[in-house]
């Protein structure tokens, strides 16, 4: 059994798709858990319309939170996390169950990924990398969200999503998967990854900045790992010495 835990929060306009996305899966048995944070933008009223659905709508404390709700809940041997405004590719669920059974010893897949916008047009392929060449814990985040699939065993022995975090809870969470479970990437694509205006993607890039080092930390992170020159210490070198307007000034100059 496959269960599909989505957070929601006034996302009428994506919502509908990301439930068709999973219905559209034809496979069985399976369970799609939506948990809304009281929104009000008519998203109630497509909840309704899907008598399948698992659906709670109430304030939470952030997606996070809602995220855990929904996996305290899921009853599925496999678990999986698509946002409201993400879709599933076709045949998905078939190919996740598929490799859970060939391989026995893999407690979470995940695939490439495809960004598109509001209207669902293409905007780029985002590709993952093997954990086995790159270590979750000393590499750039390169795990797809929408495309993540667990073992419900997994949340035995790891837990749930970090609360503490409003941005990297995701990361975190693979992070610390990674310590005790066996990762596997699946060179396909499983979902669908939306970008658009009001994404989470589009905002706050300080703060997830900030979580990011912390958790990175929090798992045991080296300063002399990829990750932390990726992400915190070739953004200063470039912004000193190639893009500084004085830098460029006295290149020129003394060309």
């Known amino acids: 059994m496959i269960s599909v835990v989505t957070p929601s929060l006034n996302q009428a306009d994506f919502l509908e798709k990301t439930i068709l996305s999973v219905l559209d899966q034809n496979y069985q048995p399976f369970e799609h858990l939506v948990i809304d944070g009281a929104s009000t933008d008519g998203t109630i009223e497509i909840l309704e319309k899907y008598r399948h659905l698992i659906w709670?709508?109430?304030?939470?404390?952030?997606?996070?939170?809602?995220?855990?709700?929904?996996?305290?809940?899921?009853?599925g041997d496999i678990i999986g996390w698509l946002n409201s405004d993400d879709v599933y590719t076709p045949g998905t669920f078939k190919k996740v169950n598929a490799v859970f059974q060939e391989r026995p010893e893999v407690d979470m897949v995940f695939s490439h990924c495809l960004w598109i916008d509001k209207d669902d047009?293409?905007?780029?392929?985002?590709?993952?990398?093997?954990?086995?060449?790159?270590?979750?814990?000393?590499?750039?985040?390169?795990?797809?969200q929408p495309t993540i699939f667990i073992r419900s065993a997994v949340l035995e022995k790891t837990g749930y999503l970090n609360e503490t975090y409003s941005w990297i809870m995701d990361f975190d969470f693979w992070r610390r998967v990674s310590m005790n479970h066996e990762i596997l990437l699946v060179r396909d694509i499983f979902a669908c990854f939306r970008y658009?205006?009001?994404?989470?993607?589009?905002?706050?890039?300080?703060?997830?900045?900030?979580?990011?080092?912390?958790?990175?930390?929090?798992?045991g992170g080296s300063v002399f790992s990829p990750y932390y020159f990726e992400s915190f210490i070739k953004p200063v070198l470039l912004s000193v010495f190639v893009y500084n307007p004085l830098v460029k000034r006295l290149f020129f100059y003394c060309k």
Not at 56 to 75: I, M, P
């Open 121 to 144: 047009n293409i905007i780029r392929l985002l590709q993952g990398r093997d954990p086995a060449r790159f270590p979750v814990l000393k590499h750039p985040c390169y795990i797809p």
């Open 56 to 75: 709670t709508s109430e304030k939470d404390r952030g997606q996070a939170h809602a995220v855990n709700k929904g996996f305290r809940l899921a009853k």
């Open 196 to 219: 658009h205006n009001t994404s989470k993607t589009a905002k706050h890039q300080k703060i997830f900045k900030y979580e990011a080092k912390k958790s990175f930390f929090a798992n």
